[in-house]
């Protein structure tokens, strides 16, 4: 099994005419992903049609999620707007009961995406990004932009922060042979709809995932969080990397929420101590987890 999404999986996509809908809808279908309904406001009735290894598919456009979970029974969404919209679209999904939503855009307003987090919380709603790059459960499904040429199935589940190292990781990972059950994009922004502690119960419960990466980087206090779950509930072994050790404190780098205080909270130093603690392999870079995972898998 995996987790999150699988071929069960029956997604929409929320600004599908767009061009970066219309190019990653393209891109999922090819994978083999259920893509049952688009939404764009004002463009109702109409149809993407796409041509996917020389068979037509036409994709039903809904000028609202609320019509498209009606007439197609979706169960999850994801979310190809500007920032400036991604609230509204993550308010419209939750309100027609999409269980599972994943947001992509980057820099979303801090204050409105609290508001998100503690929507879809209440209403037991599933809600990934901003600024992700989406799930996969490669062979089976992918829900987002990722390179799917570069995942293969296997024993490793893997969540992180950073897009970059997410690929990088997996294209070695893939190179050597060791497969993946799940890969996550949590996320760079400051405020994520889904955390580390939020996904280690489901990579714990899956038969599939013998074994966890888990890359963050510097900012927050999510790689912390989630070492004291790992110390408590996590039997697997877990490799992580903590990106950003050399950035300056104070200094926004890149993502939102990668920075370091004045004081050193949210420093990699704090990060890496705490998962140390909790029985975690601590990676230097992302050829150094793999070196990490021939020796846990391979033996």
Do not use: W
Not at 111 to 140: A, D, W
Not at 210 to 233: F, N, P
């Amino acid at each position: 099994m995996s987790i999150i999404i699988d071929e069960n999986t029956r997604l929409l996509v929320q600004g599908i005419t767009g061009r970066e809908g219309i190019f990653h809808t393209r891109t999922m279908l090819e994978y083999g992903t259920k893509v049952v309904a688009g939404v764009t406001p004002g463009k109702g009735g109409q149809d993407v049609a796409f041509d996917i290894k020389g068979k037509a598919v036409s994709v039903p456009v809904f000028n609202t999620v609320r019509e498209a979970a009606e007439k197609t029974n979706c169960n999850a969404t994801v979310i190809f707007v500007p920032a400036k919209f991604t609230p509204a679209g993550v308010y419209e999904a939750a309100d027609a009961g999409i269980p599972l939503i994943i947001t992509i855009s980057e820099h979303t307003p801090v204050h409105e995406m609290m508001k998100c987090c503690y929507v879809t919380r209440q209403r037991g709603i599933r809600l990934f990004g901003p600024n992700s790059f989406g799930i996969i459960s490669p062979g089976k499904c992918k829900a987002g932009f990722m390179a799917h040429k570069y995942y293969t199935p296997g024993p490793v589940g893997l969540m992180s922060r950073s897009a970059t190292n997410c690929y990088e990781t997996v294209m070695m990972m893939t190179a050597c042979g060791i497969g993946q059950s799940t890969c996550i994009g949590v996320g760079g922004d400051m405020i994520p709809g889904s955390t580390f502690v939020d996904l280690l119960p489901d990579f714990q419960a899956d038969p599939e995932t013998k074994y966890i990466v888990l890359i963050g980087e510097i900012g927050g206090s999510e790689e912390e969080i989630a070492a004291e779950y790992i110390k408590k509930h996590v039997t697997k072994p877990v490799v992580a990397l903590i990106a950003g050790k050399n950035a300056p404190r104070g200094k926004n780098m890149g993502h939102a929420g990668a920075i370091v205080g004045a004081d050193g909270a949210g420093s990699a130093e704090n990060k890496e101590k705490a998962l140390r603690a909790a029985g975690v392999r601590i990676a230097e870079s992302t050829t150094h987890i793999i070196e990490i995972l021939k020796e846990v898998v391979h033996g």
